[in-house]
């Protein structure tokens, strides 16, 4: 298990989420507090935890949560929490809606085609003290970004942590892509979007060119664009 979850890490890092994972990078110190929401298989989980000082990893499949508690503590990053629960709006209680065991497209948003399980979930502001500075925000809740920021307003506020964040129209019932954006820009936040490698500034975002619908896996496609960074104004 150490070594498939090293490899998974080492191929993020290097091959499928290198521009993600530089722009952590340049923004976490040794002191810093970070959180990976959807940690999933902890590919980013382990470079945060050599870059940060502490994080917290969200991951409300219970399974996932296992894997990642037993690989931090073979590869010892004591310096990580992993906590088995959700991330929304408000602390509680919520459906989390499953495709398939462990799937990285588990969400909060129902799926008719996905089973539901019961979870907890919490708010950022709840989970972390007034005193407690965050410094960076990674976020992949599969359509939850809005709920996650709305509960971290104080967090995001106070600390203007930098974002990284995965946004995609698919994933939305209701609403649009452009509502976490603006929502980002109205509490003072500058975004780039990640176009294979190169940072793009987030005016230059369009649904219809950088998520194109087109073709039965269009989010494949290497033009398709769903990362997004955001550091304070």
Request: charged fraction near 25%.
């Amino acid at each position: 298990m150490k070594a498939r979850f090293l490899w998974r890490a080492w191929r993020a890092r290097f091959r499928d989420q290198s521009a993600e994972l530089a722009a952590i990078r340049r923004n976490l110190g040794p002191d810093d507090v970070a959180c990976d929401i959807g940690a999933n298989k902890g590919s980013y989980l382990y470079w945060m935890s050599r870059w940060a000082g502490r994080v917290v990893a969200f991951e409300p499949q219970p399974g996932l949560a296992d894997y990642l508690s037993d690989a931090c503590r073979q590869l010892r990053m004591t310096n990580v929490t992993v906590e088995r629960s959700g991330v929304s709006d408000v602390s509680g209680s919520r459906d989390l809606y499953v495709p398939s065991e462990n799937s990285p497209e588990a969400s909060l948003i129902q799926h008719a085609d996905a089973g539901a399980i019961p979870i907890s979930v919490v708010a950022l502001d709840d989970y972390f003290r007034p005193e407690q500075r965050v410094a960076l925000l990674k976020i992949d809740v599969e359509g939850g970004e809005l709920d996650v920021l709305k509960g971290a307003e104080r967090i995001l506020r106070q600390y203007h942590p930098v974002l990284l964040m995965e946004c995609e129209q698919r994933h939305l019932t209701h609403g649009t892509v452009a509502d976490c954006l603006n929502y980002l820009a109205d509490l003072g936040y500058e975004g780039s979007f990640l176009d294979r490698g190169r940072s793009v500034p987030v005016a230059r975002f369009e649904p219809a060119i950088h998520q194109a619908p087109v073709g039965d896996r269009f989010w494949t496609a290497p033009t398709y664009c769903n990362n997004f960074v955001f550091t304070p104004a």
